[in-house]
């Protein structure tokens, strides 16, 4: 198994411009979601999805799009990148979806290294 | 911000000796799971102790939970060069979709 695979690894952006980071995981996983790192921040959560046609918002969702048509596909779109969102992505996995007891491990891709100039 | 700490931000040992990870946490949780980080690559998942668990041990891996004092510390016994990485610990909202939020990290350095 794959697991979760996240592309683009590196991107450069400039200012105002979009784009979309794809996410997708072969373990029929129903909760998928994305996090983005920065140096002493610690993970914080952006997007999140209990299963395929339903997502909602994290800590940090502003200028932040996602949608989750399938359940293998959670892909979170920039509307209009700006300097702040330069940062490492993460999107995870897990099994379970709204009712389901977080007692499961989530599982996470390799990220994109984001940089916007 | 449900966000959890880690102490120390930096531990840097022989190789052979334990290494001690402390996280603390604001919140009531269902769960706490550490998730170990290597340079450049995702977070992998090490162990999950529920909230009415004390201990767990897993092969070199120790991990207490104290709820009252809403702390967890993760001991890594025999350490080994290849312990080296990030360590996180990481607690769920108890609410809703039961989100994970993570704390700052502990970055582990094993000398060999």
């Known amino acids: 198994n794959a697991g979760v695979t996240q592309t683009p690894k590196f991107q450069v952006l400039k200012t105002g411009q979009s784009m979309t980071l794809q996410c997708a995981q072969d373990m029929n996983h129903e909760y998928m979601s994305w996090y983005r790192q920065d140096p002493g921040m610690g993970l914080r959560l952006i997007h999140y999805s209990v299963g395929a046609g339903i997502t909602d918002q994290g800590e940090v969702p502003n200028g932040y799009n996602v949608s989750r048509s399938t359940t293998e596909d959670f892909p979170l779109r920039l509307l209009s990148a700006a300097p702040s969102q330069t940062s490492v992505y993460f999107c995870?996995?897990?099994?379970?979806?709204?009712?389901?007891?977080?007692?499961?491990?989530?599982?996470f891709g390799d990220g994109t290294r984001l940089s916007i100039l | 911000s449900q966000q959890g700490e880690e102490d120390p931000q930096a531990l840097s040992i022989q190789e052979g000796e334990n290494a001690t990870m402390n996280c603390s946490y604001k919140t009531s949780i269902n769960n706490l799971q550490w998730y170990r980080q290597n340079s450049g690559r995702g977070l992998v998942h090490l162990i999950l102790?529920?909230?009415?668990?004390r201990e767990k041990h897993s092969g070199r891996l120790r991990v207490t939970l104290d709820t009252s004092k809403k702390s967890s510390s993760l001991l890594i016994t025999a350490s080994r060069a290849a312990d080296t990485a990030s360590y996180f610990c990481a607690t769920d909202a108890r609410t809703g979709a039961n989100n994970l939020f993570f704390g700052t990290g502990t970055r582990l350095t094993v000398i060999p």
């Open positions: 102790i529920r909230s009415n668990e």
């Open positions: 995870a996995s897990r099994r379970g979806g709204a009712t389901f007891n977080s007692n499961q491990p989530q599982h």
